[in-house]
C-alpha cells in the first residue's frame, strides 16, 4: 500500500500521460487560477474600498490567463477538454501550481509580498514567452507582460510603504517575508527557465527601498511543479470545485 | 450595398458591453468578418485578461447575427498579435472623451475630460473595469475613469 502511495504517480498527474508542451500550460494556468482563486477572498475584506477593487481587478486578470491557457492547453491536447474541465475536473496531484501562489492570504503585508515574489516572477516569464514561436502563447504572454507589470506597480509600492511605515506594518511585512521566502526556490525550476539572478535584483531592491530583507535561512520547500502541495491547496480546490463535483457540467 | 458589408457593419456595430459608447470596431478587437458560401465567422481579440465583458460580447455578436437572421456563423477568439490601446480608433477616442473617460495615454499625460486641467492625481491604478484607472482632477475636483494605456 504504502509502495504505491509513494512511488505511484496517478495517472493524469502532472509527471505522466500528458504532452510537456501540454503539461507547461497547465502549470502556467493552475499558478494564475489558484492565485485568481486566493486573491478572490479578499473581496469585501480588503482594507481599503480601493484595495478590495484593486485586489479584485488582479484577481481577474490571472483568472483571464488562466482561462486562455486553459483553453489553449485543451486545443492542443486535442482530446476535447476545455477551461471548466481543466480547472474543475483536476485533483489536488494534478494541479501542478507553485507552492507560492496557494499559501494562504494571511493579512494584507501578507498577501502583498506573495503578490510582489510572483510579479516579479511572472514578468520575466512572459518576458520570455512572449518570444514564443506558438503564436497564440505569445499573444497571451504579451498581453499578461503588460498586466504583470501594473501588478508590480501595485505589489511593490505598497510593500515599500508597509515596510517603511510603521513598526506595526514594517513587521508584519517583514514575516510576511520570513514565512513565504521558503516557496521562491521553486520559481527556478521550470517548466521555463527564469533568470534567478535578474529576479533576485528587482526583488531586493524593493527590498531595499522598503527596509526589509530576505532570511539567512537557506530552507526551502518545492514539489508543486510536480503535483506535491502544501495542505492548502486542497481546501482551495474544494471549495473552487464542489459545485461542478455536485453538479457536472452545470451552467447558469 | 453588399451582403458583405451589410454583415460586417452588423457586427461592427454591437456595443461593449462596459463602455457601451464604442462599438468593438471602434475599440479595435475586431479583427475581421469573413463569409463564406454564407457561413460568417467573425474573429474577434481579446482586451485585457481580466475583462470580463469578452464572453458577454461573443454573445452579443451571435445575437446580432441571429436577429439578422444567420445561424451558420462562428465567432473565433485571437490571441495574437495581441491587442493594444492603439488599436482603439479615433472615432473610439472621440467618444471616450465626450463620454468623460480621458483616453489612453501616458498617466502623467492624463487630461481631465470635464475641466481639460492637465494635473489629475491618480486614485487607484485599478478602477471600475480592467481597463481603467481612478483619477481625480486637481481643479474642478471631479473623480474620473482613465482608460489605462495598454
Known sequence: MSEQIVTGAPQGTPES?????????????????????????????APELELDIALGNIALDHLGVARALYTLAGEIEGEGRDEDDLAMGRTERQFANL???????????????????????????????????QRSLAGIAERARKEAEYHFRFSSGWLVRLGDGTEEAHGRAQDAID?????????????????????????????????????EDPYQRTGGRRGFHTEHLGYLLAEMQWMQRAYPGMEW | MSVATDVRGLVASVVDPEIPVLTIADLGILRSVELDDDRVTVTITPTYSGCPAMRQIEDDVAAALRRAGIDE????????PAWTTDWITEEGIRKLAEFGIAP???????????????RPRLVSAFGSTACKALMVCSRC??????????
Not at chain 1, 18 to 37: G, I, K, R
Request: aromatic residues 12%.
Open chain 1, 17 to 45: 500521460g500528458v504532452a510537456p508542451e501540454v503539461a507547461a500550460l497547465l502549470a502556467h494556468a493552475d499558478d494564475n487560477m489558484v492565485l485568481a482563486q486566493r486573491l478572490g477572498e479578499w473581496i469585501s475584506n
Open chain 1, 99 to 133: 507552492l507560492l501562489v496557494e499559501q494562504p492570504n494571511g493579512d494584507f503585508g501578507h498577501t502583498i509580498v506573495r503578490q510582489l515574489l510572483f510579479d516579479v516572477y511572472q514578468r520575466l516569464l512572459w518576458d520570455g514567452l512572449a518570444a514564443s514561436p
Open chain 1, 179 to 215: 514565512s513565504l521566502w521558503r516557496f521562491t526556490a521553486e520559481l527556478f525550476e521550470g517548466p521555463e527557465p527564469v533568470d534567478r539572478r535578474e529576479w533576485e535584483r528587482t526583488v531586493f531592491a524593493v527590498f531595499d527601498e522598503a527596509g526589509v530583507s530576505a532570511p
Open chain 2, 73 to 80: 456563423f462562428e465567432v473565433r477568439v485571437s490571441h495574437h
Open chain 2, 104 to 118: 489612453p495615454s501616458r498617466i502623467d499625460e492624463v487630461v481631465c475630460p470635464r475641466c481639460a486641467s492637465d
Open chain 2, 141 to 150: 475636483g471631479e473623480p474620473f475613469d482613465h482608460f489605462k494605456r495598454f
